[in-house]
């Protein structure tokens, strides 16, 4: 069966700061899309990110980037310079090209302080 | 462009009583998802249609929910009779079609309580 675990349920960090977001996940398969998806409070979920696993390049948006290791399955997620904006829960999450069944993780709660 | 439209945002019933959500997805979206979130976790898919016809509903409690999409456009989720246990919030999502599934759109989302 295909998880994602994200192993910090809650993070802090000073707004300008550098901040990593863990995720590890498991599958059998090799073909497949890895996400960060950002859930503001009380807002919709909005894609952050996203790799495909054939890609050996890490993927960047702006101030957002992962660190993809598909060896050790591991998709981390860092955030320069955060802003005030980025309070958010943000869920890792992985699709398999088989299947379009987003499996999502429990998410890490990721709080930027003034 | 419009976005993913669901409503009500909130609704708050008691257990046993009857719930509809409504979802219409991003004009020309053909694939439209149903996920259950609960508080503390991620979203699991409950449904998913291609225009009108059901793909995937091995998630759904089928004892209890049901869903429809007649037309292939919008969409009703339906809980009858709610348990406690229906607490969460329920995103619509949807994508261009099934070749899109790694671009999935969300609405804000319908936040139930069952008190």
């Known amino acids: 069966a295909q998880t994602v675990t994200q192993s910090q349920p809650e993070m802090s960090v000073q707004e300008a700061e550098t901040v990593t977001l863990s995720c590890t996940y498991d599958t059998s398969e090799s073909n497949y899309y890895l996400f960060w998806y950002k859930q503001p409070p009380s807002r919709q979920m909005i894609l952050v990110i996203r790799q495909e696993a054939y890609k050996q390049q890490n993927a960047t948006e702006n101030r957002f980037s992962v660190n993809f290791q598909k060896a050790a399955k591991s998709f981390s997620l860092k955030i320069s310079d955060s802003q005030l904006g980025d309070t958010a829960m943000y869920f890792c999450?992985?699709?398999?090209?088989?299947?379009?069944?987003?499996?999502f993780g429990k998410g890490t709660r990721l709080h930027i302080l003034p | 462009e419009a976005g993913v439209a669901q409503s009500p945002r909130y609704k708050i019933i008691e257990k046993r009583q009857s719930v509809a959500f409504w979802c219409n997805p991003i004009s020309g979206h053909a694939t439209l998802y149903w996920y259950q979130q609960i508080l503390g976790q991620g979203p699991k898919l409950l449904i998913q249609f291609q225009n009108n016809g059901v793909v995937d509903d091995s998630q759904l409690p089928k004892d209890r929910f049901s869903a429809e999409r007649l037309k292939g456009v919008d969409s009703t989720l339906k809980i009858q009779p709610a348990k406690l246990e229906d607490s969460a919030v329920y995103l619509c999502?949807?994508?261009?079609?099934?070749?899109?599934?790694?671009?999935?759109?969300f609405g804000p989302g319908t936040r139930l309580t069952v008190t």
């Open positions: 999502a949807s994508s261009r079609d099934r070749g899109s599934f790694y671009e999935q759109y």
């Open positions: 999450a992985f699709i398999l090209n088989r299947d379009d069944k987003i499996i």
